[in-house]
């Protein structure tokens, strides 16, 4: 391998708005802030909701059969 041509890999911080921390290596010199993370993220806490998409298909064939 080369000497002196691959950047730095340092450990740095990257802060959730919700305030957990988490220090990975990385090749990014200045520390990293994220709008979301696996402690607040709706599929991971269990809080996510899903869409009920029952009776669109119906409600379109309604309006639309010209039968």
Do not use: A, W
Not at 47 to 56: D, F, L, S, V
């Amino acid at each position: 391998m080369k000497k002196n041509i691959h950047p730095l890999y340092q450990k740095i911080l990257m802060t959730c708005s919700c305030g957990f921390k988490i220090y990975i290596f990385s090749t990014k010199i200045e520390n990293i802030n994220l709008d979301i993370c696996s402690q607040c993220h709706p599929f991971y806490t269990g809080k996510q909701r899903t869409m009920n998409t029952g009776g669109r298909v119906q409600k379109f064939q309604k309006r639309f059969n010209l039968f």
